[in-house]
């Protein structure tokens, strides 16, 4: 029965770690060719970023919901020539939101009034030169843009970055694998498995806040920094 048993036992283990993929056993499992050591490790690396996307928008009022409606619309115009004029591509300007709403005066006892109605049109616009889109924030604003949002900075194109980041993990992961074995008084043979189970493109940061600075022609500055970029990786190694 014991030589049946550790025949088995490999099986066994494969069976329950296809059914529980993403948990990461809480000790080694050992085997009868070896011991399985399970370990997280996240790779980070980081970067400038080099897309803003910022909403902007036009919010108007008016004594009927066609008033508001049609100045609305006129403001909104001036904005996106605005835009167009300072060069951002059209592939970059996409509308987030446009809505109409009655306004209401309340009173104890009566019912509420419309006064009038509320018309609301934004848009999300990308900037390629994230130096250049404080400057353009001014312009709109100049034009009758009345709501900004934003920015929120990311990678154009992060997968240089992310990669980076990966192999960041696996020599993390390997360096605290050997040290667990050597503890252990074993060596690493191999990696069995590998699974990315996270991933951060350097898209997902604190919101930033505009700055604008007290000199004759204030314009409003937006700094990138830097941003992060990471990976998390669970790699299963055996141990002998």
Do not use: H, W
Not at 42 to 60: K, L, N
Not at 176 to 188: D, E, F, I, N
Not at 207 to 231: H, L, Y
């Amino acid at each position: 029965m014991r030589s049946t048993f550790l025949l088995l036992a490999p099986a066994l283990i494969l069976a329950a770690g296809a059914a529980s993929a993403q948990t990461v056993p809480a000790v080694p499992t050992v085997l009868a060719d070896g011991t399985l050591l399970d370990i997280s490790a996240e790779g980070r690396t980081s970067r400038v970023p080099d897309i803003a996307t910022i909403r902007a928008g036009v919010m108007t009022q008016g004594q009927t919901a066609a008033a508001a409606l049609t100045d609305n619309a006129s403001r909104m115009a001036r904005v996106l020539a605005a835009l167009k004029q300072a060069g951002v591509a059209a592939r970059d300007i996409r509308t987030a939101n446009v809505s109409l709403s009655p306004q209401y005066r309340y009173a104890d006892g009566q019912a509420p009034v419309v006064t009038g109605y509320q018309a609301s049109n934004s848009v999300a616009i990308r900037f390629r030169d994230v130096a250049k889109s404080g400057a353009i924030l001014d312009a709109l604003v100049a034009q009758g843009a009345n709501q900004i949002d934003g920015p929120s900075l990311s990678l154009d194109q992060p997968d240089a970055a992310l990669d980076e980041a990966r192999i960041s993990a696996v020599k993390i992961a390997t360096a605290r694998a050997q040290l667990y074995a050597k503890a252990a008084g074993l060596s690493v043979v191999r990696v069995v498995s590998i699974t990315e189970s996270g991933a951060n493109d350097g898209g997902a940061q604190p919101p930033m806040v505009f700055m604008a600075r007290a000199k004759a022609a204030p314009s409003t500055e937006i700094s990138a920094g830097e941003t992060d970029v990471s990976v998390t990786l669970a790699v299963r190694f055996l141990l002998k």
